[in-house]
C-alpha cells in the first residue's frame, strides 16, 4: 500500500513519471533469446529510518525532477507520507525478481 501512494506521490510531481512506463516482459524478452528462462522473486525488508529514505530518494531520477519542479512542497508531501509509513519505527519493504537465460538445461541452477 505505501508503494502504491510513494508511486501516487511521485505521477503527480514528478513530470512526466507513470508507474508503468518501464513495464515489460523481462521472462518473455529473454524466451526470445534463450532456450531455458527462470524467474524468482522474493520480498524482505530493511530498516531504514526516514532520513535515510528521503536520502536515497533523492538519489532518483524522478524524486529530482520532482523537487525541481515543486522544491519544498514535494519534500512536505513526502515527509507527510513517511509519517504515516513509519509509525512504529524504521523499516521499508522491497521486492527484488531474479530472471535467468540459459542456453541448456544445465546453464540454469534452480533458485529457491
Known amino acids: 500500500m505505501h508503494q502504491t501512494r510513494y508511486e501516487s506521490l511521485l505521477e503527480r510531481r514528478s513530470p512526466g513519471y507513470r508507474r508503468d512506463s518501464r513495464s515489460f516482459d523481462i521472462e ?16 524482505w525488508e530493511r530498516e531504514l529510518s526516514k532520513p535515510a529514505f528521503v536520502g536515497m530518494a533523492r538519489s532518483s531520477t524522478q524524486v529530482q525532477r520532482a523537487l525541481a519542479a515543486h ?31 540459459a542456453c541448456g538445461h544445465r546453464g540454469v541452477v534452480p533458485v529457491p
Not at 519544498?72 to 537465460?101: K, M, N, T
Open 71 to 101: 522544491g519544498h512542497a514535494f519534500l512536505e508531501e513526502l515527509d507527510h507520507l513517511l509519517d504515516q509509513w513509519f509509525p512504529d519505527g524504521p523499516a521499508a519493504a522491497y521486492r527484488s525478481e531474479l530472471y535467468i537465460g
Open 28 to 43: 518473455a524478452e529473454l524466451s526470445a533469446v534463450f532456450p531455458v528462462t527462470q524467474a524468482s522473486a522474493t520480498t
